[in-house]
Structure formats: structure tokens, C-alpha cells
């Protein structure tokens, strides 16, 4: 199982937790007493299931509470009639809701009590923890990706205004340094969403001036790496010329070096010459 997989269990158990507190917490207060969690459903020593919740109200009236973090369908309605009945209580559902109308229906025939709350109350802090969690990552992962991943080629006119964008506290003031009024300033910014450069995900002003900086950071960047790269290649082709240099300074000095082997030889010979004419003489 990989680690998102993990993720994803660990999420649904601590939302399934998490709803089961906030259920108790909630028949409290509408005046019942919260008699058993988890209560097993035995028969012949063979459980055969669970009820989340048995409680009981100011009557004396047992209730099976199954506790959904979702919302309910048929199988939920029938799995709460069935465990109820066994448990010779009334049965009672607290959820988000119906899925649809057959369950609403088959609720009202058999009996089956419904606690509906909205999507707040059963988000607690630990849910609500991880759901933001989830929603910085995915925000994360999305300006990593516009960082380091592919990116539309930047014209100049695109540079400029994503720069006068990027430089600015408001989009006033990015379209008074470019000449331009708000309402074409925000044309070009349409123009440059359909061209790619800016993320259709960014929407609103902030996010594109987020989008403007890390795009103008990263031009910054590559710009800087592209002049490294051809520094790189002309040092290399410095080193090529001094390594041609050094060869053809060695081919010298060998050359140089038979040059004063003749001409040493030539003075031997010269010399002989004149000893031999002066002993002639």
C-alpha cells in the first residue's frame, strides 16, 4: 500500500472517529444518555456486527444510533432497522443527510429516526486539520509544478507585464506602470490564461500576482543558468585554445631545438674548416 493510500485510510477512520464524538456530543445535548460506543451485536457468541452509539432518552427508550459521516442510503437504513431490532431498541441514524428519496422513504416506513446535520457539524478539529492539510499540499503542489515544471515560452511583451504585476501592491498600480488602463490590464491577463502562461486555476488578482512572481523568479533563474551554461562553454573552449596553444608551444621548442642542433653542427663544421686551411698554410 502506498503512503497516499495510507493517507487515505488513516483519514477515513480518524473522520469516522471523529463523527462518532461529535454524535455523542450532540445527543447530550438534545437530552439523551449516552448509555454504550461501540456497542457488539451478539448472537450464538457470533458478533455480527456493531452500533456505534446506545442511548437512551429522558423515557427510558433505548436507541440504536448509527453515526454516518456521510449520507444515507438504503443500505444504511436497513442495517440500522436490522441492528435496532435485534437490540430490541428503536433505531436512530445521525448523517448529513439522505441520498436520495428512496432512502428518505424507506426511513419513514420503517421507522427509522434521522438526525440530519450540516457538512460543519461533523467536521472536527482533527478532520479539519487534515482537510486544510490536504488543501495546502494540493496549493503547494500546484506552484511547485508552475515552478519546476513546463512552462510557455515568455515573450518579452509577456515578461514585461508580468514583472509590472509581480512589482506592484495592487492592479492599479500594475497598470499605471504599464500605461494601461485596469480593465486592459486585466484583458491581457484573460489573454495570457487562454496562452498558458498564467494557470487557469488562478483566478482571482492575488493568485495571478503569485503566479507573476514565482514566473518572473524563475526567468530570473534560467536566465541566470543560460549565462552560466555559455560561461561554462567558453571556458571550455578557452581551455581547448590554451591546450592548442601549449601544443603548438611544444611543437616550437621541439623545432627550436633541431634548429640549434644544425647550427651547432654547422659551427663544428666551419670550425674544422678553418683549423685545416690554417694547417695547410
Known sequence: MSSSEKHRVLS?????????????????????????????????DTEIGEVDVLAEDQSGEKYAVEVKAGRLDV?????????????????????????DDAARELAEKLGVRVVQLSDVFLVESEELYSIVREAVEEVLTEYFELFYGYTAHL????????????????IEEA???????????????????KQGVIPKWASKYS????????????????????????????????????????????????????TQQVLASLEKHAEKNTQEKALSN
Not at 155 to 168: D, G, N, V
Open 207 to 258: 493568485s495571478v500576482k503569485r503566479v507573476a512572481q514565482i514566473l518572473v523568479q524563475k526567468q530570473s533563474v534560467v536566465s541566470a543558468l543560460e549565462e552560466s551554461r555559455k560561461l561554462v562553454e567558453s571556458l571550455k573552449s578557452l581551455v581547448d585554445q590554451l591546450k592548442a596553444l601549449q601544443g603548438a608551444l611544444h611543437t616550437l621548442t621541439q623545432q627550436l631545438a633541431r
Open 12 to 44: 477515513a477512520k480518524r473522520r469516522g472517529l471523529a463523527s462518532e464524538r461529535i454524535a455523542v456530543s450532540i445527543l447530550e445535548e438534545l437530552g439523551y444518555r449516552v448509555l454504550e460506543v461501540g456497542r457488539k451485536i451478539i448472537i450464538n
Open 175 to 193: 497598470a499605471e506602470k504599464l500605461n494601461l488602463d485596469v480593465s486592459a490590464l486585466a484583458r491581457h491577463i484573460d489573454e495570457l490564461r
Open 155 to 170: 515573450k518579452p511583451e509577456h515578461y514585461e507585464i508580468l514583472s509590472a504585476i509581480y512589482s506592484s501592491t495592487s
Open 75 to 99: 443500505g444504511g437504513v436497513r442495517q440500522a432497522y436490522v441492528n435496532a431490532l435485534i437490540l430490541e431498541a428503536k433505531p436512530m441514524v445521525i448523517c448529513k443527510g439522505f441520498a
